[in-house]
């Protein structure tokens, strides 16, 4: 039997690639991919006008916050560019269909009805039900299916949660979420074993097409992480809009900030390079179920990368 080919874990990063999209992106463009997000569970209305403030302010996509916050955003999000996003089922995905449809009609129709400015201005990031993917994918066609009819319109993004998917199964539920009419596919929640890789995000847009979003969250922390990303998941020009590729961050300003660093001096960053495995998922394996971790660590054995993990033990 004829062996696959082995997938180095890792996406390379040619140093004019990276120079390229410095010199492209710009704060306004930077601000416009953020969906700025708090989903912390001790989080008060001080903090939700502070993340409203920054969005509006900067230029986001939107605001992401739990479904709670339904009786705030619309208000102060009325009459400006920003959407409004909410998370559902967040951050297990763990409740049945019917819940959450039954969630995602009632955020839906809750905003529509405060902002009073019709359909258009509402997001969904939903979260799948991992452990029925893997015993039986149509259930999850079947749920994200059942969101997307519920959102009325919506744009809803599927968080697939991929630290916790072998390779297959990444490309396998983007495709299922593409076919169920949803609009991105997300690779965390933030709360997962590890956030966004290069490497998974190229996976999911190589899964999805152009045609569809692709948004990247969790760890992303400074404008040189959007960079890799971006190269990752929208390197073709036509893939650099909002439509097509978002950072979910709970840090913009952050972002933005070092954005400026990067302007100074684009190819001294570009060729200073990145130690592979601090953005390889095969390096964040401590969390993960035993059959993921092992497949993950095969990887690293095979690795031409894998001298800089001599020290550690895998």
Known sequence: MKEEP????????????????????????LAAFIDA???????????????VG?????????????????DLLPDLLRSTSVKECYVIDFPLGKSTIEVKAHQAAQVVARSRAMRGEGPGW????????????????????????????????EHVKVIIRSSELLEEEIVAVCQIAREAGAHF??????????????????????????????????GIRDAMDVIRLIYAGAMEPEL????????????????????????????????????????????????????????????CRRCPHQAYRKDKDF
């Open 240 to 299: 650099r809009t909002p439509d097509r590729f978002r950072i979910g961050t709970s840090g913009p300003v952050n972002l933005l900030s070092t954005l400026g660093w990067l302007k100074q001096a684009p190819c001294a960053w570009a060729e200073a390079g990145v130690i592979p495995c601090t953005v390889c998922p095969s390096n964040f394996t401590g969390k993960q179920r035993r059959e993921v971790r092992e497949v993950y660590m095969q990887k």
């Open 54 to 70: 920054w969005a509006t302010r900067y230029g986001c996509s939107s605001v992401c916050v739990n479904p709670v916050e339904v």
């Open 122 to 153: 509402v997001e969904l990031d939903m979260v799948i039900n991992v452990g029925r993917f893997k015993r039986d994918p149509d259930y999850t066609r079947r749920e994200i299916g059942a969101v997307v009819e519920a959102a009325d319109g």
């Open 185 to 218: 596919v997300k690779n965390s929640t933030g709360m997962d074993a590890f956030g966004a890789t290069p490497d998974h995000i190229r996976l999911m847009r190589e899964a999805v097409g152009p045609e569809m979003g692709v948004k990247a969250a969790g």
């Open 37 to 51: 997000t708090d989903l912390k569970a001790d989080t008060r209305e001080p903090k939700i006008h502070k993340l």
């Open 6 to 29: 082995f997938r180095v874990p890792l996406v390379e990063f040619p140093p004019d690639a990276l120079v390229e999209i410095i010199q492209w992106l710009t704060p306004q463009r």
